[in-house]
């Protein structure tokens, strides 16, 4: 798992421009996530992902403080100086708490974040393509007809012709070529909304 995750981080970055710091990152929150709804932890967790193995360790971090309300999250100052005396108030207390089956939930989060991550620029990519098209005419191929007008496809994506932007009497079928005229390009939740008319001037 640790090969794979850190060849395929190496390759988006090389590829798709995506750094790589931010990717360990995002997996490395998800880590947080994962080990706190697998393992029923309330603790304060840090986890660190090797650059170059992937190696993952789990910490449990807690506050320096004079009086503990919270054993999970707190730890006293008697008790944080037998760790070491350099420990002061406030200062943090870490304790290496990996579980020994959490590779293969790591492994699984590192993943599903790595295509997440895929998807994201993918999306990002289809929107800046297509927003530097806005006002050109593309060919597309319908693929679905409802209320809101016609769904076209037109290469990377799909376009929505607004039912008030066909051209009055103009009726197409599913399959059919379409050309039309790009006038808008806006980011959604799904990836990019690319708005397209026939009756512009353009």
Same mark, same amino acid.
């Given at each position: ?14 590829? !798709?421009?995506?750094? @790589?710091d931010i990717l360990f ?11 706190? =709804? ?12 090797? !650059?170059?193995t992937g190696e993952i ?13 919270? #054993? ?7 008790? @944080?100086?037998?760790?070491? =005396? ?11 708490? %990996?579980? !020994? ?9 590192? =993943? ?10 993918? !999306?990002? @990519? ?46 197409? =079928? ?5 050309? @039309?005229?790009? %006038? ?16 512009? #001037?353009?």
């Open positions: 798992m640790n090969s794979e995750v850190i060849s395929a981080i190496a390759d988006l970055e090389k590829e !798709r421009g995506i750094n @790589a990152d995002a997996i490395e929150v998800a880590l947080i996530t994962a080990f706190k =709804k697998n393992f029923y932890s309330n603790e304060n967790v840090r986890v660190s992902m090797d !650059r170059k360790h789990v910490y449990a971090q807690r506050k320096v403080v004079d009086d503990v309300y919270d #054993p999970d999250t707190e730890i006293s100052l008697a008790d @944080a100086k037998e760790i070491s =005396k350099k420990y002061e108030l406030d200062d943090i207390v870490e304790n290496e708490v %990996t579980p !020994r089956n959490f590779g293969r939930i790591a492994a699984q989060t590192a =993943k599903q974040v790595v295509i997440q991550r895929i998807r994201e620029a993918e !999306r990002e @990519a289809t929107f800046t393509q297509y927003s530097d098209k806005d006002g050109d005419i593309v060919n597309g191929i319908v693929t679905t007809l409802d209320k809101r007008g016609l769904v076209v496809n037109i290469g990377r994506t799909e376009a929505l012709l607004p039912t008030q932007e066909l051209i009055p009497g103009e009726t197409f =079928k599913i399959g059919e070529r379409i050309k @039309a005229y790009i %006038t808008k390009v806006e980011k959604s939740l799904k990836g990019p909304q690319v708005f397209i008319s026939r009756t512009h #001037p353009g």
